[in-house]
């Protein structure tokens, strides 16, 4: 059985025989069994085995994150990935995050970089409640601007310097709209989801196809995680040049 403790909430990925015990481990109060996490609002398929509070507070790098795991997913996998951007964003910066969540980038960025502003957009409104909570807990409202809607229309109407897209799925329709919301120059940290094989190879690819007439650094890849059998989660940081 895997397992993982998010605040007062342990996360299973099976169910067990008298789960009520395990109320008796320190700060436990809800044992959730966590199914699949689906579609574009990411959000899980959970089964409460013991207690009934599934919102929680998260500590994580120096930051603080309100969820509720019954209705918006956290990936534990990614909190290297999180500190890493945190420490990238330079001073002064602009910042997009498009698909904002929780704040799982915004908060972390904001709280540890020296960033001008950071605009979050998130299109699901749970989260999107989670994500303004999570800026006044962390004191950052004056640095987070967050917006409730689709990316794929909004990101165009900024002018930024760097454009985070950490969201696995059809990532690839978005990057013409990260790209339009770059300034003159500026970077896109994009996820994928692709086979080992080609981990690399195919998220390039995709960077170049959707920046076609503009100059494209890469300037780091890098695996975040194993998502499946064969599958990999990456990341591609790529300076656009228009
Ligand atoms: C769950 S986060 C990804 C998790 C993150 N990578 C981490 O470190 O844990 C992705 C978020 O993108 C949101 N999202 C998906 N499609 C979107 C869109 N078109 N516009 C804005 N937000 C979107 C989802 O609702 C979800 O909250």
Redesign the pocket.
């Known amino acids: 059985m895997k397992w993982k403790k998010i605040g007062r909430v342990l996360l299973v990925d099976k169910d067990i025989e008298n789960p009520q015990k395990l109320l008796e481990m320190k700060g436990i109060e809800t044992v959730v069994k966590l199914g699949n996490i689906g579609g574009?609002?990411?959000e899980p398929d959970v089964k409460i085995l013991a207690g009934s509070n599934t919102e929680t507070i998260n500590r994580e790098n120096g930051c603080i994150f309100k969820l509720d795991v019954a209705r918006?997913?956290?990936?534990k996998g990614?909190t290297n990935?999180?500190m890493r951007i945190a420490n990238i964003v330079g001073e002064g910066e602009r910042v997009l995050d498009?698909?904002?969540?929780?704040g799982?980038?915004t908060i972390p960025a904001a709280v540890h970089s020296k960033a001008e502003i950071i605009h979050s957009?998130?299109?699901?409104p749970v989260?999107y409640g989670y994500l303004n909570e999570n800026m006044s807990l962390n004191k950052v409202e004056n640095i987070v601007k967050p917006v409730l809607?689709?990316?794929?229309d909004i990101a165009p109407q900024f002018s930024v310097d760097r454009v985070l897209m950490?969201?696995i799925?059809n990532t690839q329709d978005?990057i013409e709209s990260a790209v339009a919301a770059i300034d003159e120059s500026g970077i896109i940290h994009y996820?994928e989801s692709v086979y080992e094989k080609i981990k690399f190879e195919r998220p390039e690819e995709r960077i170049r196809k959707s920046a076609e007439c503009m100059d494209v650094e890469i300037l780091n890849k890098q695996v975040i995680k194993k998502y499946s059998p064969g599958v990999v989660h990456v990341v591609i940081d790529a300076k656009i040049t228009k």
Request: glycine residues 12%; aromatic residues 20%; without cysteine.
């Open positions: 574009k609002k990411r918006v997913m956290w990936s990614n990935e999180r498009m698909f904002a969540g929780i799982y980038f957009i998130e299109i699901n989260s809607g689709d990316s794929m950490g969201y799925g978005y996820h």
